[in-house]
């Protein structure tokens, strides 16, 4: 089945640790995108790639990192200089300028130990 | 800079009632989207909204955008248990890379 994976589901980051969080699709969507969520709140966007080797900032890209070297796969990382990183990230994809909705992997928690 | 703001933000309703959730937006778009969260879980699209006048319905859901008032809204027919969660509404600004800006999200629970 085509669908989009994220992993971990949960994931725990020490003080000064830099964490990556995968994004893996297979529907083959030229845009992938990395959101925030924070309890109670809506969705923010981090970064956003629309093709292979380029991608843009979004409203909240200080303290995060990404690449995209293939198609199928936008890796987010959280760097230490991302002081308050405990929430809920979410990776979305979809064909590059149609009018189809975004689809959203199923996740990754991550909290401060 | 585009802003999205839904209303009511945390709705209670009992079962087999009506109402509507509001979604408005700040800059001209003919492209909004409704999703929804169950708890702790992620977005699932339901509706895609393309024009002015656009009208979509599914089961107990109808959404409707008017893109003069720059508004979408969410209608609950007859509301069931099951339509507990929280939506959220997405709106789609043409040239900018066809990124979504979010509402903050309506939480809804139907109580039995």
């Known amino acids: 089945d085509g669908g989009i994976t994220q992993s971990p589901k949960y994931l725990f980051r020490k003080e000064g640790q830099n964490v990556t969080l995968s994004c893996e699709q297979n529907?083959?969507?030229?845009?992938m995108y990395w959101y925030r969520q924070d309890p109670g709140q809506g969705l923010r966007l981090i970064y956003y790639s629309q093709i292979v080797n380029d991608f843009q900032k979004g409203d909240i890209a200080e303290g995060y990192s990404v690449s995209r070297e293939k198609k199928e796969s936008f890796p987010l990382t959280v760097t230490s200089a991302q002081k308050n990183p405990t929430a809920f990230y979410l990776c979305?994809?979809?064909?590059?300028?149609?009018?189809?909705?975004?689809?959203f992997g199923d996740g990754t928690r991550l909290s401060i130990l | 800079e585009l802003k999205v703001e839904q209303n009511p933000l945390f709705l209670s309703m009992q079962e087999g009632k009506n109402y509507t959730i509001y979604c408005n937006y700040s800059t001209t778009s003919d492209r909004l989207y409704w999703y929804r969260q169950d708890p702790g879980k992620s977005l699932e699209s339901l509706f895609v909204?393309?024009?002015?006048?656009a009208v979509k319905q599914e089961g107990r859901l109808m959404a409707s955008l008017d893109t003069k008032a720059r508004l979408s809204t969410l209608h609950i027919t007859a509301a069931v248990h099951d339509l507990s969660a929280t939506y959220f509404c997405?709106?789609?600004?043409?040239?900018?890379?066809?990124?979504?800006?979010f509402g903050s999200g309506t939480q809804l629970t139907v109580l039995p």
């Open positions: 909204l393309l024009s002015n006048g």
């Open positions: 979305a994809s979809r064909w590059g300028a149609s009018n189809q909705p975004q689809h």
């Open positions: 529907l083959n969507h030229d845009a």
């Open positions: 997405a709106v789609d600004i043409p040239g900018s890379a066809r990124q979504l800006t």
